[in-house]
């Protein structure tokens, strides 16, 4: 089962603007990460936020996390052609024995 | 190795035979898991070890499916008398200290494309 779910679905934008994606979850969580993950290649991490954090920052990535309303963004600022991928959440639950996915974004930066 | 490796990268079979398909995870890392991912959607759990025990295999579909890591290193995701519903990519993380050590982060490989005919 997947417990997060992404909004929205798709994403197009132009090169040098912002891009956000949410993500909602169901259950209580001991921390939330973001994967990118180009044409169908394997995922990789971008970012981690702990359950008592609300804002971290990663170069061009800034990450909320709102554990009242189990919600997450991910912010990519002064987007660029090479972002265009999917964005996944996935979300670590309290025991910290799965890491479950939603179902991704897909963001399209056009130069 | 420098990343988790994956075999094979593509893999066609009938329908009624047995897959096995391999995962070699970063050297030194005690986390192994094992995903399934169709397309277009985000990956979905099947099973996980430390070293060479599996801690969870909650997300195996059914029990043709098993998965093992017998020295604590590499692994083997074994589907047998595949149905063409099988067909996915199946990926393969490995995690230095797993999900509540260290950063918590999980490293994939690329993948293995599972096509039942």
């Known amino acids: 089962s997947q417990q997060g779910e992404e909004d929205p679905q798709a994403l197009s934008i132009q090169e040098g603007e912002n891009a956000t994606m949410n993500c909602s979850y169901k259950?209580?969580?001991?921390?939330l990460q973001w994967y990118r993950q180009n044409s169908g290649r394997g995922l990789v991490h971008l970012i981690l936020?702990?359950?008592?954090?609300r804002e971290k920052h990663s170069g061009r990535l800034r990450v909320t996390l709102d554990t009242s309303k189990k919600s997450s963004s991910l912010l990519i600022t002064a987007s660029r052609a090479a972002d265009t991928a999917s964005y996944f959440c996935a979300t670590v639950n309290s025991g910290y024995s799965t890491l479950t996915f939603g179902k991704g974004t897909m963001l399209l930066v056009s130069p | 190795g420098a990343g988790v490796s994956q075999s094979p990268r593509y893999k066609v079979t009938k329908r009624g035979q047995d897959v096995a398909l391999r995962c070699d995870p970063i050297s030194g890392h005690v986390s192994l898991y094992w995903y399934r991912q169709a397309l277009g959607q985000g990956p979905e759990f099947l099973t996980y070890?430390?070293?060479?025990?599996?801690?969870?295999k909650s997300g195996l579909p059914n029990d043709r499916f098993s998965a093992e890591r017998p020295e604590g290193s590499i692994s083997t995701l074994t589907i047998q008398r595949t149905e063409q519903r099988d067909s996915a990519m199946y990926r393969c993380?490995?995690?230095?200290?797993?999900?509540?050590?260290?950063?918590?982060?999980?490293?994939f490989g690329e993948g293995s494309r599972l096509t039942v005919l």
């Open positions: 259950t209580s969580i001991n921390n």
């Open positions: 993380a490995s995690s230095l200290l797993g999900l509540a050590g260290g950063a918590g982060e999980l490293f």
């Open positions: 936020i702990r359950s008592n954090e």
């Open positions: 070890f430390n070293y060479e025990a599996q801690q969870d």
